[in-house]
């Protein structure tokens, strides 16, 4: 961008043009609607001419106004762009909002607004200001828009540059002439206000070039594109929409979680956010420090289970969103041991992600290119990480990244990838002054030691801050005994025992506080001082107190069978999925409340919120796992993943059966599929994705009778008999074929490992070669399971075989088909143009694939040798690859042929050859 500046004599220059990293002076802007031949271009201000157009005063009155303000630099649009540039005229076309939104101040000169009180007719006089701003012509133009809603200060001047007033005091005004609600004028992100509503406000506005009534919202609603003036004003809307279309979904492929959702979820599980019981955060020295001084980038936030610290963390994302500015960008996420979705490095990068994009659309340009090959896949495939770091690194970079703070809570909880979020956390914590990062961990040393390389650090120990953390404690206990009191109607007495109880044994940590009143809610009144001594300081003693008191209960054996359960599974489930995996609650299948019951009667150790079983905290979980093992696993763990996969199997026998979701048609397509209420799968959910896994953590033990076994006569054999085909349309519906491939993968290995049963063995493969043949077809269609999936196997697959009869009936003349299961293993789909190169990695799990000629598609795929999946995108354009070097360990050819299978227009059908293990180049 280029200034102006006014020196002490008041002449008025050009600046130099900033670009890249050039800082950028503040500024005032001007706003204003133009008067054509009036205005003062760039070349007149480059040739001395123009000092006598009547817009010349304009630019004098911003300059003045500026410097009246502190600010010698300014800007107005009619001479600091040179329009007969036409690569100039586009950037600033799409930067122009931000210009907008960092000026210091922005000067609205109303030209046709007067204070002087004028005759409107013959007799009145009530011609005053507040009309002709209502009706001033600065409102009904449409670059005029952007003008209002980017700049923090606005003021409003009127044609004898008198102020009128400014956006916050006009406010009411404002709203009434443009329809535009009270958050966004405030300077709330556009981004949260709907697509509609944003369109409603241009839509009595007028633009001179019809285009422009379009590009002037490329900033409202952060997106980028480029100009094409004569295109018209319809195709320039399309264009519009259609990037807001693309933005979208890119958006809606990014989110795995909603960290928003998560941060409530949790406050809600853990009985509400106490102000008053983090408050102490914000007089402390440490974070005082961290926040207000430049040089300090990281907070670790570090303290022994159950201290507080991601309730802390909850406090410190209120308490910044409300202190922050509008335009400051933030962003958090909660790690949580016990859920698959929450506890990877990648899902942290991703629902970090996720929250600045969805505050700062435009950043989604540095994920669009990668995602536009690769979609969704880009965030989900093994090679996640490497795409996610990358684009977050370009994100850091990006000169246009506000000013941003960055949360991540429990760090250990990061299952998945620790050291690689640690090391990414070091790396680029110097990279960018304008980013913040606060993280917390219990005291682990290897995390200590990592985050030490971080220079720029401060760290805030629980332990160290005994004084506040004992009156955080002191006042949340006095909080929940009062609410007890309330609750349970306690009398003073049994108020201020309890009361004296718990301030005594707290030990200055929360969750132990909290546990305990959670007993007590479920103990009489009566009982409630007695039972005080069963609450031991400490909460080790208190876990061990609880499974003390479920062993002694009636319902003992339940309890410790679904504490068993739930410590083990992949994933948290729901009651009706435990309902489904616990024999002994057969008889209350359908009765969630009882099911609620039972829950609640596991002690502390569990909760549940909306249909979906929790851990009450990790440290319960740790617990159950260790200390209380061999009390819920009496006979070992394998046991419970024996029960788990025999259940698993019964459950998927009674409840999966062809169109489930009564799909109206075999190509129905699986992402217009929507879950019906109520859900056949609801209890066979689990099963479905997860019954493989526990089979392979099962070791079948001689000293324990199993009815399930792996023989030829065997409960397996006999489920892939009867129900495969319906598996596989269940774990399309499910959005699990991926992970369905790799389990059958899976299976095959266990089998011929374990299993002595030729014909189970036999039939595994063949359902291998099944589901890796049909993936993309049955992913994308699931009842195409029935159709072209069987009709396009091998006359002799024992899988098309045992399924015969559901095979469509019309189609009476079947395609030719080779009778046992040729070279190919899969198709991989997604090169739009001839492939000339493919190599496999050493370790023979990852294949590459290189359309990489200049007439081809200049891409190189890399996927997942095991499920086909295509993990990454190279664009060859960025990546010099000569296709005819090494690349990848050893290039190799393979046949293809176009087109085979009727695949889509360019498909290409690869024979991965059996034994991939010894590429030879073949011609
Ligand atoms: N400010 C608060 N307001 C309300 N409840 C709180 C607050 N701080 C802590 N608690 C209570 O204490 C419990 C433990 O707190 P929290 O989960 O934040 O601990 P933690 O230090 O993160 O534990 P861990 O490291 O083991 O995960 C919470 O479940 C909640 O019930």
Same mark, same amino acid.
């Given at each position: 961008m280029r200034l102006l500046l006014r020196n002490d004599a008041g002449e008025i220059s050009l600046t130099k043009y900033f670009v890249g990293d050039d800082p950028i002076p503040p500024y005032a802007i001007l706003s204003h609607t133009w008067k054509e031949g009036h205005e003062v271009t760039f070349r007149d201000l480059m040739d001395g001419t123009g000092l006598d157009k009547a817009g010349y005063d304009k630019i004098q009155f911003c300059g003045r106004q500026a410097e009246r303000d502190g600010l010698p630099y300014f800007w107005v649009d009619t001479c600091c762009i040179d329009k007969s540039n036409p690569v100039e005229l586009r950037d600033a076309i799409n930067s122009m909002f931000r210009w907008y939104q960092d000026a210091v101040r922005c000067y609205v000169y109303l030209s046709d607004v007067s204070t002087v009180k004028r005759k409107a007719n013959d007799n009145s006089y009530q011609y005053t200001w507040e009309r002709a701003f209502r009706e001033s012509r600065w409102f009904t133009r449409g670059w005029t828009l952007q003008e209002l809603l980017a700049p923090t200060s606005v003021e409003f001047f009127s044609r004898e540059q008198k102020k009128l007033g400014n956006k916050r005091s006009l406010r009411q005004h404002i709203r009434e002439i443009t329809g535009i609600p009270n958050a966004a004028l405030e300077?709330?992100?556009? =981004?949260?206000? =709907?697509n509609t509503e944003r369109f409603l406000w241009i839509q009595c506005r007028q633009t001179k070039v019809e285009e422009d009534k379009a590009y002037s919202l490329l900033g409202i609603f952060d997106v980028e594109m480029p100009l094409r003036y004569g295109e018209g004003s319809t195709s320039a809307f399309k264009r519009l929409e259609e990037e807001i279309d693309k933005l979208n979904k890119c958006l809606r492929d990014l989110r795995s979680t909603d960290p928003c959702d998560d941060k409530k979820r949790i406050e809600d599980t853990k009985g509400g956010l106490l102000v008053d019981s983090y408050h102490w955060i914000l007089k402390n020295s440490d974070f005082q420090q961290w926040r207000d001084n430049q040089q300090s980038r990281l907070l670790w936030v570090k303290g022994d289970p159950g201290k507080g610290k991601t309730m802390l963390l909850c406090g410190i994302v209120d308490e910044l969103k409300k202190s922050i500015i509008k335009t400051n960008l933030l962003s958090y996420f909660f790690c949580q041991a016990t859920d698959s979705r929450l506890n990877s490095a990648t899902a942290v990068l991703r629902g970090l992600l996720y929250l600045l994009v969805k505050q700062q659309p435009s950043l989604i340009s540095h994920m669009r290119k990668k995602y536009d090959h690769a979609g969704k896949t880009l965030f989900e495939d093994p090679n996640a990480w490497v795409a996610l770091s990358e684009i977050f690194t370009h994100i850091l970079q990006d000169p246009n990244l506000s000013s941003t703070y960055l949360i991540i809570d429990a760090l250990d909880e990061c299952i998945t990838d620790l050291s690689k979020l640690l090391a990414f956390i070091v790396e680029k914590t110097p990279v960018s002054s304008r980013v913040k990062w606060v993280v917390s961990s219990r005291n682990c040393l290897d995390i200590g030691k990592r985050l030490g390389k971080v220079g720029q650090r401060v760290n805030l120990s629980l332990e160290l801050n005994t004084e506040s953390i004992s009156m955080a404690v002191n006042i949340y206990i006095r909080h929940k005994v009062l609410q007890l009191a309330e609750d349970k109607m306690y009398n003073d007495k049994t108020r201020d025992a309890v009361l004296a109880h718990l301030l005594a044994n707290a030990n200055n940590t929360f969750l132990w506080v909290a546990l305990v009143c959670q007993n007590l809610e479920k103990t009489l009144r009566w009982n409630a001082v007695a039972k005080l001594s069963a609450f031991p300081p400490g909460l080790d003693s208190l876990y061990e107190r609880m499974m003390e008191q479920i062993c002694n209960s009636d319902d003992a054996d339940l309890c410790k069978r679904i504490l068993a359960l739930i410590s083990i599974v992949y994933r948290p489930v729901t009651l009706k999925e435990l309902t489904s995996l616990v024999e002994m609650l057969d008889d209350i299948a359908d009765d969630l409340a009882s099911t609620r019951e039972i829950i609640d009667l596991c002690g502390s150790f569990l909760t549940h919120r909306e249909g979906i079983i929790y851990f009450v905290h990790q440290s319960a979980k740790d617990f159950l796992l260790t200390t209380a093992s061999s009390t819920v696993f009496p006979s070992g763990r394998e046991e419970v993943y024996y029960a788990i996969l025999s259940r698993s199997l019964q459950v998927m026998s009674r409840t999966l059966q062809r169109n489930m979701y009564n799909l109206g048609s075999l190509g129905y397509p699986a992402e217009l599929v929507t879950q019906p209420d109520p859900d056949p799968l609801a209890a066979s959910r689990y099963s479905c994705v997860y019954w493989v896994n526990h089979l392979c953590n099962w070791i079948p033990n001689a000293s324990i009778d199993h009815s399930l076994d792996l023989q030829d006569s065997g409960a397996v054999k006999s489920f892939l008999e009867e129900k495969y085909l319906y598996w596989l349309e269940a774990l399309s519906l499910c959005k699990s074929i991926p992970e369905g491939v790799v389990s059958v993968a899976r299976f095959e290995a266990v089998i011929q490992e374990r299993a002595n049963a030729c014909a189970l063995i036999k039939l595994v493969q063949d359902a291998r070669r099944f589901i890796m043949y049909h993936k993309w077809a049955i992913e994308n269609c699931p009842l195409q399971a029935y159709a072209s999936a069987l009709v396009f196997s091998p006359a002799r697959s024992l899988i098309r075989g045992l399924f015969k009869k559901e095979e469509p009936r019309w189609i009476t003349i079947k395609p030719a088909i080779e009778d046992e299961w040729g070279a190919c293993l899969q198709t991989l789909e997604g090169h739009s143009d001839a492939v000339n190169s493919v190599a496999f990695s050493h370790d023979s799990t990852r294949l590459a694939s290189a359309s990489a000629s200049a007439s081809y598609d200049r891409t190189v795929k890399i996927w997942d040798a095991n499920s086909g999946a295509c993990l990454q995108t190279l664009d060859v354009t960025q990546v010099e690859i000569d296709v005819n070097s090494d690349f990848y360990g050893c290039l190799a050819r393979c046949l293809y042929t176009r087109g085979r299978r009727g695949a889509s227009p360019g498909g290409i059908t690869w024979y991965l050859f059996l034994t991939r293990y010894l590429i030879h180049p073949v011609s």
């Open positions: 300077g709330a992100r556009l =981004s949260q206000f =709907s």
